[in-house]
């Protein structure tokens, strides 16, 4: 069930849509080794969100997954983008920030994996920086506060 604002993410190509609706929480990065592989870049940027916000529209079949020892990245079969996918054993939702078409009212409130990150990669100024990751209770916490709807 959707109510509210409703915001939209596709792939690159297209074929893959989601909407996510309710209050939307802050960004987070993680700028560990394995997140720069998967996205090819300094860091991930990711919104974690509850399942029951959180909507297909198109293109699940798509969905292609690789899952390693420590780590599950979900991606369109066609254009590589990163798909959203659910937190394992949560009734959450990771979401690839990238993806959403409308950024607007979004800011960073936590850089994860600071103390690894790689020599080139600026860190950016807003967010609590994390050396290591914190747990996953204690990150949720940090990324509703204050929220805006
Ligand atoms: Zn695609
Ligand atoms: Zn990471």
């Known amino acids: 069930m959707l109510k509210g604002s409703c915001m ?3 792939c690159l190509c297209g ?3 989601f909407v996510v609706s309710g209050t939307l929480p802050h960004i987070y990065q993680c700028h560990c080794s394995l ?3 998967a996205t090819g870049s300094a860091a991930n940027a990711a919104l974690i969100v509850p399942s029951e916000n959180f ?3 198109c293109g699940q079949d798509r969905i ?3 899952v390693g020892t420590d780590y599950r990245s979900d991606f369109c079969s066609k254009c590589g983008s990163p798909l959203p996918n659910p937190l394992r054993g949560r009734a959450e939702y990771w979401i690839p920030v990238g993806l ?3 950024n607007t009212s979004l800011e960073i409130a936590a850089h994860l994996h600071v103390g690894s990150k790689a020599s080139w990669d600026a860190v ?3 967010g609590v920086q994390y050396q290591e990751a914190p747990d996953l209770e204690s990150l949720l916490k940090v990324l509703r506060q204050n929220a805006d709807t």
Do not use: P
């Open 124 to 126: 950016a100024s807003s």
């Open 100 to 102: 959403l078409e409308d």
């Open 15 to 17: 074929e893959v849509e």
């Open 8 to 10: 939209r993410g596709k």
């Open 35 to 37: 997140c720069r592989k």
């Open 55 to 57: 909507q297909w529209v």
């Open 64 to 66: 292609t997954s690789y």
